[in-house]
C-alpha cells in the first residue's frame, strides 16, 4: 500500500502563487501516473492536473489551464504542483493520488489518496 503525503498548502491572497508538493511515504512510486485534485466544502472533489511519466504527458483542468504547472523532480521523488494567480475560488483541500487505469479527470481512476493539503485563497 502506498502511502502519499502532501505539503505546501496555506493561506494566501487572491494572485499569490502556491506550489504543492506530493511524495509516497517510505517507497518509490508505484504508478506511472499520478494526479491532483481538489474538493471545497459542500462540493465534489474535482480534477486540478495530472502527469504521466512512460509517455510524459500533462492534463489540466479548464479551469486551471494556463494558471498551474505539474512537475516531477525523480531525485526528490517527489511531484509538484504549481499554481499561480490564485483566485478565492481555488479555495479547496488539495489532494494527490496515484493513477490506476482509466480517464485522468475522475476520481474513480485513482486507486491510492493522500490525506490531503488546505489551501485557503483571501480575496
Known amino acids: 500500500q502506498v502511502q502519499l503525503v502532501e505539503s505546501g498548502g496555506g493561506l494566501v491572497q487572491a494572485g499569490d502563487s502556491l506550489t504543492l508538493s506530493c511524495a509516497p511515504s517510505?517507497?518509490?512510486?508505484?504508478?506511472?501516473?499520478m494526479g491532483w485534485f481538489r474538493q471545497a466544502p459542500g462540493k465534489e472533489r474535482e480534477f486540478v492536473a495530472a502527469?504521466?511519466?512512460?509517455?510524459?504527458?500533462?492534463y489540466y483542468a479548464d479551469s486551471m489551464m494556463g494558471r498551474s504547472t505539474i512537475s516531477r523532480d525523480n531525485a526528490k521523488n517527489t511531484v509538484f504542483l504549481q499554481m499561480n494567480s490564485l483566485k478565492p475560488e481555488d479555495t479547496a483541500v488539495y489532494y494527490c493520488a496515484t493513477h490506476l487505469n482509466g480517464i485522468y479527470y475522475q476520481p474513480s481512476s485513482y486507486d491510492y489518496w493522500g490525506q490531503g493539503t488546505q489551501v485557503t485563497v483571501s480575496s
Open positions: 502527469m504521466s511519466w512512460r509517455p510524459v504527458r500533462e
Open positions: 517510505g517507497r518509490a512510486w508505484g504508478s506511472v501516473a
